[in-house]
């Protein structure tokens, strides 16, 4: 059974400096992994879909890395800003046609100004 | 751009009323998804639908059922209202055919039952 797991469970840290998310996994046979965030209240939104056969996936100040032998995934964004605060989770797709998603339980982000 | 919507943001109803929670998607996504969120738990998936009248339970569906009658709608109906049942619900719609693609979420429905 795959489980997700996002440590730390909050992070705090000042304006412009680099965030850097982790997800582990523990079962490498996947099929992508998914970076969400989610604002206090609200749905989520995605950020970043990185396939088995990447190592990265960049957009913007973001960037997704997966070492599935190793079973992690680390977010970056750079030169964090306090619009970055919320929550980020991952999620690895499950079953035969991949349309479950197992989430992690999320990381919640603090930039202060 | 995807677009999912959910009919409304913040419900309140009473122990043992029937609720429905409806979600819309305009990208002709055959899978739709109903998860709940609960502080500690995590998200957790309660129904999916792979097509039109199509469905499969997820990992909690006990107390939940759905309806897809059209494949740009999908619901999930409180049968019996319970206080245990309050909660963040999100509703999500993905493509078919391929495992790559992502599933993209509504602004979910804060529901709490008294």
């Known amino acids: 059974k795959q489980e997700v797991t996002q440590i730390p469970a909050a992070l705090s840290v000042p304006e412009g400096e680099n965030l850097v998310l982790n997800c582990s996994f523990t079962d490498s046979a996947i099929y992508n992994l998914q970076w969400f965030r989610q604002d206090p209240g609200k749905g989520l939104t995605s950020l970043l879909l990185i396939q088995s056969s990447q190592r990265e996936q960049t957009s913007g100040r973001l960037n997704a890395s997966l070492d599935k032998s190793s079973g992690r995934s680390t977010l970056y964004i750079a030169a964090s800003q306090p619009g970055d605060s919320a929550t980020y989770l991952c999620?690895?797709?499950?079953?035969?046609?991949?349309?479950?998603?197992?989430f992690g339980g999320g990381t919640r982000v603090l930039v202060k100004p | 751009d995807v677009k999912v919507t959910q009919s409304s943001r913040y419900l309140v109803k009473r122990t043992g009323e029937k609720v429905f929670l409806e979600c819309v998607q305009d990208?002709?996504?055959?899978?739709m998804f109903w998860y709940r969120q609960d502080p500690g738990l995590g998200l957790r998936l309660i129904y999916f639908?792979?097509?039109?009248?199509?469905?499969e339970k997820g990992d909690i569906p006990e107390g939940y059922s759905v309806s897809r009658e059209k494949k740009e709608r999908f619901s999930l109906i409180l049968e019996s209202a319970s206080t245990n049942q309050t909660s963040m619900y999100l509703c999500?719609?993905?493509?078919?055919?391929?495992?790559?693609?992502?599933?993209?979420f509504g602004p979910g429905t804060r529901l709490t039952v008294l």
């Open positions: 999620a690895i797709p499950k079953g035969a046609a991949g349309n479950k998603l197992t």
């Open positions: 990208m002709d996504h055959e899978n």
């Open positions: 999500a719609s993905k493509p078919s055919g391929r495992v790559f693609y992502e599933q993209f």
């Open positions: 639908s792979y097509d039109v009248k199509m469905k």
